[in-house]
C-alpha cells in the first residue's frame, strides 16, 4: 500500500517519522527541507501530484488544510485513496475520506494505534482546550480539594499557563487522559520527591495521599481506590472512632475521600460499630466475607486469638486486601480502645489495579493467526500501555485488541538498545509493556539479552509462553510428531548459519535418531541442512516445508528428503520456513495400543 504522509509544520516530524517506520512502502512531504523526506513547493500542488499515484494520504496538522487540498480532486470512493488526518498532538486520527472502501477506517485504526490518540470513525472534534479543572474530577469520579483559601487561584494559574507539576502516583483511565493530552507547560511525575517545587507553581495531584509539606497550591484529585478494612470486638460502642479513624487517616496523609469501600467478616455484620462508619462515610458500600473467603489471605500482622474464632489471621488486614483485589496495604493493622471492652482494629489497602508499578510481560504471539495467541496473553495484550511487537513476524492484527489509548510499535526496524529504550521509557512511567514475539518467546525467541537489560535494572518481566511453529506446523501437516514404539523424539534445532551450531548439535549428529525433527530458520542454508541429515535419515524420508503457518497466506509442500533443497528453492522460501523431517508425517500405520481392547476401561463413564 502505497502511503504519502504529508506534514504541514516541523514539530510532527517525529510522529511523521514513527509513523513511516511502522506503515510500509511510505514517504513523508514537506515544505521544509529536511533528511529522508521528500521536498514539495506547496501542499496542493503535491496532492495534484499524488492524488491518483498512491493508495493512502496521511495529513498531519489541520483537518481544514486537509479538506481544503483533496476537495478539487475527490471523484469516487471506489477510486479515491484512502485520507486520514491526524491532529499536530497525535490525539486524534479521523477518517475523512473512503472509510471504507478504500480502507481509510482500518488504516485511522492502525495509526491511533501507532500514536497512542482516538481513531475518529464518524466524527470530529476540536482536542486545543486546556483541561476544565473544575469539572475534570466527576468525568473520572474523583474527589476534588484543594489547599488553596480560593479555588479560583489555581484555576487561573493553570490557564495562564503558569509551569504546572502533575503528579500521577496511580493509575487508571483518568491518568491515562492526563498523559495523553498534556498541555506543554505540564510535566509530568509519579513520585513526589521528584518534584523540585522551585520550578513551579502549581500542582495537580491525582493521588489517594496528602503532601502536608508541599509549598505549591495544589489541586487534588482523589480516585477512590483505598479499601477500610474494619475488626471491633463484639458489642463494640461506635461513638467517637470514626473521628479517631478520620483523625489517624490524616496523620498518615491519607485522604478520606479515597475510601471507596468498608469491609469485615461475616460475624461482625451485624456490629454497630459498622452501621455507623456506613452512615459516617456517606453510605459507603459495605462488603462482608465469610472465613473461607479469607481463609488464604496471609497478613502481615496475624493474630492467634482472632484466628482461634474465626479461622482468619486478622479480620481487618485480610478484608481490605480482600476488597482490594490483593492489593497492598498502605496501612496495617491499627489497634484503638476509646473506653473500656470497646477495642477495634482497621486497616487500609490500595486497589490492586490503581498501584503504579512498570511491568513488562514477555508474550508469545503463537505462530501469526490471532486466535493462537493463549488467552492470558490476549488479556496482556488488551491491557498494555505499550504493545512492542515483533514487526517481520508477528502480523499486525494481533495488536488490533490493544485498548484505546495504548501505543502499538514494531521493532522490525530497532536495534536491540532501541528496543530497550522505548520498553523503558513506559516502565518508568508504572505502565505495562507487552513485548510481543512470535511463536514460543523461549524458543528462538531472542530474549536472552533483553531480560540481560532487565536484570541490570531490576525491572520486572514475566513470560507469557506460546504455541510454538512446530505445533503449528503438526497441526497443518494432520500428523502426531510422536508414534507409539516407532518415534518418540521430537528435536527442535535449526541448521549452521552465521552462528555456528555446538558440536555435538550439529545437525547430522541429531540425525543418528531419525527423531522427528523440526528446524527453524534454515531454509537459506537447505543445500546443507539436507546433506547432514541425508548422512542418517533414508532418501525417501518424508519431509513437509511450511511457510507463514497459520498466517493467511500460508504454504506447505511435502516431498521426500532427498527433494527439500529443491523444494525450498523452487518455491522461493524464506525464512519464515520450517522443515519437518521424519516418518511421523502423514504417519496411519497401526494404531495406538492405547485405543485397543485391553484398554477400553480408560475410556467408560
Known sequence: MKTAIILTSEVSLPMAEAIKKDVLYSEIYSKSEIKNTVTIASINDCIKDIFDKVDAIIFIGAMGICIRSIAPYIKDKHTDPAIVNIDSTGRYVVSVLSGHVGGANDLTKRLALITGGEAVITTQSDNTNLWALDTIGSKFDWKTSSNADNFNHPLTAFVNKKATALLLDVADEGTQYLERTKPDHVKVFYKYEDINQDDFELLIAVT?????????????????????????????????????????????????????????????????????LHAHFNNLPVNIYTSEDLKDIEVPNPSEKVEEVTSVQGVSESTAIKSADGGQLVIEKQKGKLSEGNDFTFAVAIDNHAIRQGHIEIVGAGPGDPDLISVKGRHFLEA??????????????????????????????????????????????????????????????????????????????????????????????????????????????????????????????????????????????????????????????????????????????????????????????????????????????????????????????
Open 208 to 276: 489517594p495521599f496528602l503532601y502536608s509539606d508541599a509549598r505549591l497550591q495544589i489541586i487534588y484529585y482523589h480516585p477512590q481506590i483505598l479499601h477500610l478494612g474494619v475488626g471491633c470486638r463484639k458489642q463494640c460502642q461506635p461513638e467517637g472512632i470514626f473521628d479517631y479513624i478520620s483523625a489517624e487517616l490524616q496523620k498518615l496523609n491519607i485522604a478520606k475521600e479515597s475510601i471507596k469501600d468498608i469491609s469485615t467478616i461475616d460475624l461482625k455484620k451485624d456490629e454497630p460499630l459498622l452501621a455507623d
Open 384 to 605: 498494555a500501555d505499550l504493545i512492542l511487537y515483533a514487526g517481520s513476524l508477528v502480523p499486525v492484527e494481533l495488536t488490533y485488541c490493544a485498548k484505546q489509548g495504548a501505543v502499538v510499535r514494531s521493532s522490525a526496524s530497532m536495534d536491540l538498545e532501541e528496543q530497550f529504550e522505548t520498553m523503558k521509557e513506559f516502565y518508568d512511567q508504572g505502565k505495562l509493556v507487552v513485548r510481543l514475539h512470535t511463536g514460543d518467546p523461549c524458543i528462538y525467541g531472542a530474549i536472552q539479552e533483553q531480560m540481560a537489560y532487565f536484570d541490570q535494572y531490576n525491572m520486572s518481566y514475566h513470560i507469557t509462553p506460546g504455541i510454538s511453529s512446530f505445533q503449528a506446523a503438526a497441526a497443518a501437516l494432520e500428523s502426531q510428531f510422536t508414534i507409539p514404539e516407532k518415534v518418540q523424539t521430537i528435536i527442535l534445532t535449526r541448521g549452521e548459519g552465521r552462528t555456528p551450531m555446538p558440536e555435538k548439535e550439529k545437525l547430522h549428529m541429531l540425525a543418528r535418531s531419525q527423531s522427528t525433527m523440526c528446524i527453524f530458520l534454515s531454509a537459506t542454508v537447505v543445500d546443507q541442512v539436507q546433506t547432514e541429515l541425508l548422512e542418517h535419515y533414508p532418501p525417501t524420508t518424508p519431509v513437509a516445508a511450511c511457510y507463514k503457518l497459520t498466517w493467511k497466506d500460508q504454504r506447505i509442500y511435502r516431498g521426500e528428503l532427498k527433494d527439500l533443497a529443491k523444494i525450498i528453492k523452487d518455491n522461493k522460501l524464506t525464512l519464515t520456513t520450517m522443515i519437518v523431517v521424519g516418518e511421523a508425517i502423514d504417519n496411519r500405520k497401526g494404531l495406538s495400543k492405547l485405543y485397543s481392547h485391553k484398554f477400553k476401561h480408560l475410556f467408560r463413564r
